[in-house]
């Protein structure tokens, strides 16, 4: 298992709530990466980062915002939650030596109501 | 649509019985990777074929990839209840310069019966 953890594993929240999914490593990654991924369905990349203050956005769009000012956390935010953000967000890093592979949190599962 | 597509979406096996999923994908690649997640779970890293090999072990795994049909199979040997998951192929598309962007598939779910 990699040492990439995510907070919280679960969250039900009302629609207009501003909410904030925690994600940190102890890797020393430096790219860093948040994917999208509804029941049973592929993953979508949502957010990536390149390292400390860097931030691009991935191949699905998303009304989440993400920042990066340290290696460690790469924190995704959504200012007001609806119902259509209902979904399973996990998060991802990758080693400079071996940049190819990426190393998952156990996902956040969002329930908005 | 998705770079990758796999099939099937769902297979049923019992223990000790081979599993072999297979995967589809769109564009010129660098690498395909599979990737395994357990119900509720974050996805963990299983193999990497490079655009350059035709197959790969990795203990009861094999990975067999061609470039020319852009596809690639995922056999489970002797399976056990424990491999009961989803399955997802990742590619990296070739070009995808520093991002290493992956793009994943639809996904197997394997369930193995006792």
């Known amino acids: 298992e990699a040492d990439i953890y995510q907070t919280p594993r679960y969250l039900v929240i009302g629609t207009g709530k501003k909410i904030t999914l925690e994600c940190s490593q102890t890797?020393?990654?430096?790219?860093m990466y948040w994917y999208q991924q509804d029941p049973g369905m592929e993953l979508h990349l949502i957010h990536y980062?390149?390292?400390?203050?860097?931030?691009e956005k991935g191949d699905l769009s998303s009304e989440s915002t993400v920042s990066r000012i340290r290696t460690e956390h790469f924190p995704l935010t959504l200012e007001s939650a609806r119902p259509s953000h209902t979904s399973q967000y996990l998060c991802?890093?990758?080693?400079?030596?071996?940049?190819?592979?990426?190393?998952f949190g156990p996902g956040t599962r969002l329930l908005v109501l | 649509s998705q770079q990758g597509e796999e099939d099937p979406q769902a297979l049923s096996i019992q223990e000790g019985e081979n599993a072999t999923m297979n995967c589809s994908y769109k564009?010129?690649?660098?690498?395909l990777q599979w990737y395994r997640q357990n119900s509720g779970r974050g996805l963990v890293h299983l193999i990497l074929?490079?655009?350059?090999?035709r197959e790969k072990h990795s203990g009861r795994l094999r990975v067999t990839l061609d470039t020319s049909k852009k596809s690639s199979s995922l056999l489970i040997t002797a399976s056990r209840a424990a491999d009961t998951a989803s399955y997802f192929c990742?590619?990296?598309?070739?070009?995808?310069?520093?991002?290493?962007?992956?793009?994943f598939g639809t996904g197997t779910l394997l369930a193995v019966q006792p």
């Open positions: 980062s390149y390292g400390v203050n860097s931030t």
């Open positions: 890797m020393g990654h430096d790219k």
């Open positions: 564009t010129s690649i660098n690498n």
């Open positions: 991802a890093s990758s080693e400079p030596n071996r940049p190819e592979t990426q190393y």
């Open positions: 990742a590619t990296a598309p070739r070009g995808g310069g520093a991002t290493n962007k992956l793009i």
């Open positions: 074929i490079r655009s350059n090999e």
